[in-house]
């Protein structure tokens, strides 16, 4: 028997596989593809590559706003999607931030002047 090109999978890989298929059977999907976690493990192998990659928790946090999203809660289904969705979780999560601390700065400004 040959031996396989390539090396294993990651512990890492495998569990972003994993918890995006835990997420979907939570939605109601029960079967998948024969070939699904090898496929979903080779787009996280590339979702973790690099230096700066995200980290599996960064994805765990996409994978879930994803799921909270009013558009595109139904329509994951594949880490691919995961993967060409992050730039838009990036600035969603990055103007959510701002808008939070915006609201703080409001606050602090209104309880100053109530007390003063």
Not at 38 to 46: D, I, K, P
């Amino acid at each position: 028997m040959a031996k396989r090109a390539g090396r294993a999978f990651s512990d890492e890989e495998k569990a972003l596989a994993e918890y995006l298929k835990e997420k979907l059977k939570l939605r109601g999907v029960h079967k998948f593809p024969r070939d699904w976690h090898l496929r979903q493990m080779a787009v996280a192998r590339t979702m973790l590559a690099g230096e700066n990659a995200p980290s599996v928790e960064d994805w765990k946090a996409c994978i879930d706003w994803l799921f909270r999203h009013p558009y595109w809660g139904d329509k994951v289904d594949h880490l691919a999607r995961v993967l060409d969705l992050w730039p838009r979780y990036v600035l969603q999560a990055r103007n959510h931030r701002q808008d939070d601390e915006e609201r703080e700065r409001k606050r602090a400004l209104l309880k100053s002047l109530y007390l003063s």
